[in-house]
């Protein structure tokens, strides 16, 4: 009797839920690359699906614009109820501020049992990391993140505003260093001066600020600017901004949050 085809038998009743990192290639782990080899279907935003063009060929393709996250996800969990695989992409890592979350959500509300075993009862979901954004920005900066942070999205599309601000205020008080995630769209202009002037009651002007657009791909642009001058930098749903706490600072172009070494040993011997 020959051997059961194991590759082939794994793939049955499957929900991937993928993060692909910054989207070039390169950033890509192995193990993500493994899956959109070989799900039988791949569902995600129309921009992350182009950014893997090169892994779907041939497969059953289930992509949608902006603010329609809940109908690919539900469309990707039914291709899996059906018996095939199916990945669900998103940029970064998929469990921030990604798809994860949402699909384990909808699975829960619709009573849909699920698994993270093989061989166990009911439709397997397997969660695939990528390189989140503020990861991939981090690396460009130098070592932003080396000590305690923070990280905040100005999106107030499922998040009150007034609870972001609570959340800007205790972290600026608390002298993390502040990642912000999706700092400006066309109708949320004026979001990240006010995300500043919350955070300038608690820093410095000279607080040194880090703005990463499009981090690993072809148009990426880095620069780090003094936090009295964020308001006016250039920033879009693609950047992501690092503000230093009290102890960042700027040594050969590169943005350095200490994680406290220089107190306990001497780093001049």
């Known amino acids: 009797m020959p051997k059961p085809n194991h590759s082939e038998s794994e793939k049955k009743n499957i929900l991937y839920i993928v993060g692909i990192g910054p989207g ?8 993500a690359e493994e899956v959109l080899q070989k799900a039988d279907a791949i569902a995600g935003y129309t921009t992350y699906i182009r950014l893997i063009e090169a892994l779907t060929e041939g497969k059953k393709i289930v992509q949608t614009g902006m603010k329609k996250e809940v ?20 940029s970064g890592d998929p469990g921030i501020y990604a798809m994860a979350g949402l ?10 049992p699920i698994t993270s075993g093989k061989n166990q009862k009911g439709l397997q ?3 695939v990391p990528g390189i989140p954004a503020l990861s991939a920005g981090a690396s460009l900066l130098g070592a932003p993140l080396t000590h305690d942070f923070a990280v905040i999205s100005l999106s107030d599309l499922l998040t009150p505003w007034e609870v972001i601000e609570k959340r800007i205020e205790a972290a600026a008080a608390a002298d993390f260093v502040i ?4 700092p400006k769209s066309r109708k949320r202009s004026g ?14 002007p000279e607080t040194p600020v880090g703005i990463v657009t499009g981090a690993m791909r072809e148009k990426q642009r ?18 992501t901004v690092f503000i230093g706490n ?11 949050t200490p994680r406290g070494y220089a107190k306990k040993y001497d780093l001049n011997s």
């Open 125 to 127: 979901i397997e969660v």
């Open 179 to 182: 990642v912000i995630y999706n």
């Open 24 to 31: 070039h290639s390169s950033y890509l782990c192995k193990r």
């Open 222 to 239: 880095i620069r780090i600017v003094p936090l009295a001058e964020l308001h006016i930098a250039e920033v879009d749903m693609q950047t």
């Open 71 to 90: 109908e690919r996800v539900e469309a990707a969990i039914d291709i899996a109820l059906q018996g095939e695989s199916c990945a669900i992409v998103s």
């Open 103 to 112: 699909a384990l959500e909808l699975c829960q509300k619709k009573n849909i």
């Open 191 to 204: 979001h990240l001066q006010n995300a500043q002037q919350i955070i300038l009651r608690h820093r410095s």
């Open 246 to 256: 009290q102890s960042t600072f700027i040594y050969g172009g590169f943005m350095i």
